[in-house]
């Protein structure tokens, strides 16, 4: 059974219909790349697989589990996890802060033991931080862990905020154009990072990316959106010479 | 580490304890005036309300108006529990509190799904709301107010009460639950992605802040002998507010030395009768001009802090 699987989803705001029927099913591990024109509906999809939006009609599973009309703080609970396109990190928290936040939903404790510094208040908080120590040391963040997050240069910033997600322990991971604004050697590290999480964590990645060097890269398998609609799948090279994905990129040749 | 943290907590208790015997030993001994003890009520009351607000709208960064909405509710109730039915004062403070704590769940439910200067609308029509009622409540004294009311909070009583809403709300800043309040202020949606119930955090911040507004309505009841409606009015909100902004969004030292400096001021500004509005509303705007972000910002001043500051490296300042 598919880890996670996406059906009919449908999502129209007003007239405009942003997804339809779109359907997706993720295994286990694997690393699927989400690319299309601007305003294709991708960020969309991630919009309702996260529970931002309410889907119009269409309903997705994880685990077999049936996650539609969930709030967001549940299905991050039930392990999809998300960094987001224009990068949402806690600005005047810090770096170390940021991850720590999203240990919050497994390891917290009652109120109360906070309040009254019980031990289990310094245990808990030790293993948080222990947590959070370990994910910025993979990230290469560690000696900037007491900096403010809007502080770090750009790069950094979509570093931490893919920590962050990874701290919230997730089983999908869903990357909102990860390299975006990254020069071609970030890129690349870019890569290499995400497929070296994707085995240790055991993993299931969903990425929206324009740079193509990365989508061809590293996903095994890719989908192309436009106007809402899945107009083709299937492995990189397939989709490199798909005519329908080069006339939504490129415009249809004139004939 | 630890127990470098221990004797700076040994320190700070020791210092506390200090303070304590000695402003009691004042007041026993009568060298501080009647005038100045009124004052130092009014420091512990306004330290409360705005280290409490500032949980409210510091911390969790949600602009609400009704503070003093709160505070009615926890000095009614108490006041009620004390004078009519006899009951010892810190049950019925106690009641008083968690009155306005529940008041601080209904009303937030509902309230904070809206944001910005909707929540600021909505909390501000509760607080008025809450006066409205009070003043056509013939049991309490309607617009009179309630009169007679023993006055049995003492200094022992309003240091305690400052001392545990500082903490409370200081340890609880300091943990996950802070950090997740903190996450909310910070960016609303990033916070429900990395899992946060951002329903249950706002609606907790905002009872534990009108919990501490209550109890500091119940000790302002029973030092004044005297509350009226009015006394809660839109203007106490703003006095709490304006508190928290002027010692920082999101500093708790930053409240607590707004709540002595204004207080302090408006003291000693007294005589000057109409011309102390004018002052202080300049002092204000200068203040906001030159420090938009309040006293201290969201910084704290801590111990650690201090010896930093003073050069000192010494082997017990290193955190």
Redo the contacts between chains.
């Keep these: 059974m598919a880890l996670l699987e996406v059906k009919q989803l449908s999502k129209t705001f007003g007239g405009l219909e942003a997804l339809k029927n779109f359907e997706l099913s993720l295994e286990k591990k694997e690393l699927v790349g989400l690319i299309g024109p601007n305003g294709a509906g991708k960020t969309t999809v991630f919009n309702l697989l996260t529970g931002v939006y309410k889907p119009t009609s269409g309903t997705f599973y994880l685990e077999g589990k049936c996650l539609l009309g969930l709030k967001p703080h549940q299905i991050t609970s039930c392990g999809i996890a998300r960094t987001f396109q224009n990068i949402r990190l806690f600005g005047d928290l810090s770096v170390f802060d940021n991850v720590r936040v999203a240990n919050h939903w497994y390891s917290s404790y009652p109120v109360a033991n906070a309040v009254l510094r019980l031990p289990s208040y310094f245990k808990y908080e030790r293993r948080m931080s222990q947590r959070a120590y370990e994910l910025l040391e993979i990230f290469n963040l560690l000696d900037k862990k007491d900096e403010l997050a809007k502080n770090l240069p750009y790069g950094e910033q979509r570093r931490l905020e893919i920590a962050r997600a990874l701290a919230a322990k997730p089983k999908v991971l869903l990357l909102d154009e990860p390299a975006a604004g990254m020069n071609p050697l970030e890129t690349k590290e870019l890569m290499n990072l995400i497929s070296w999480i994707r085995e240790e964590f055991n993993l299931t990645i969903l990425l929206i990316e324009h740079d193509m060097s990365l989508v061809m890269g590293i996903c095994e398998r890719i989908i192309v959106l436009d106007h809402g609609e899945i107009i083709a799948q299937g492995t990189p090279e397939e989709i490199k010479r798909n005519p329908r994905v080069i006339g939504a990129y490129l415009g249809e040749e004139a004939v | 580490m630890d127990k470098q943290r221990l004797w700076l907590n040994v320190g700070v208790a020791a210092t506390l304890a200090v303070v304590y015997f000695a402003v009691d030993w004042l007041i026993k001994t009568g060298i501080i005036t009647p005038f100045q003890q009124l004052n130092l009520y009014l420091i512990g009351i306004n330290i409360i309300l705005a280290v409490s607000l500032n949980l409210i709208v510091g911390f969790t960064g949600q602009l609400a108006l009704g503070h003093a909405g709160f505070m009615a509710v926890g000095a009614y109730i108490s006041a009620v529990l004390t004078t009519k039915i006899g009951i010892p004062f810190l049950p019925a403070t106690l009641a008083g509190a968690l009155a306005a704590a529940l008041m601080g769940i209904i009303i937030g439910l509902p309230t904070l799904r809206l944001r910005g200067d909707y929540l600021a609308i909505a909390t501000l029509g509760f607080g008025e709301i809450v006066r409205g009622i009070l003043i056509n409540i013939e049991y309490v004294g309607g617009a009179a107010g309630l009169i007679g009311i023993k006055q049995y909070c003492t200094w022992p009583w309003l240091f305690f009460w400052t001392l545990i809403t500082v903490?409370?709300i200081k340890?609880?800043i300091?943990?996950?639950?802070?950090?997740?309040c903190?996450?909310i202020?910070?960016?609303e949606?990033?916070?429900?992605?990395?899992?946060?119930?951002?329903t249950k955090y706002k609606v907790?911040a905002f009872s534990i802040g009108a919990f501490f507004a209550g109890i500091a309505g119940a000790i302002y009841a029973h030092y004044f002998f005297l509350i009226q409606p009015n006394t809660f009015s839109i203007l106490k909100s703003f006095d709490a507010l304006l508190l928290v902004v002027f010692g920082g969004l999101?500093s708790l030292t930053g409240s607590i030395i707004a709540a002595v400096f204004v207080t302090l001021i408006t003291a000693l500004l007294q005589d000057l009768a109409q011309l102390r509005m004018v002052i202080y509303a300049v002092l204000l705007i200068i203040i906001m001009i030159f420090r938009p972000q309040g006293l201290l910002g969201?910084k704290e001043v801590t111990f650690e802090v201090l010896c930093k500051k003073m050069g000192g490296t010494t082997w017990h300042c290193s955190k």
């Design positions: 903490l409370f340890n609880f300091n943990s996950t639950h802070g950090r997740a903190i996450a202020r910070e960016d949606i990033a916070a429900e992605a990395m899992g946060i119930n951002t907790l999101g969201t």
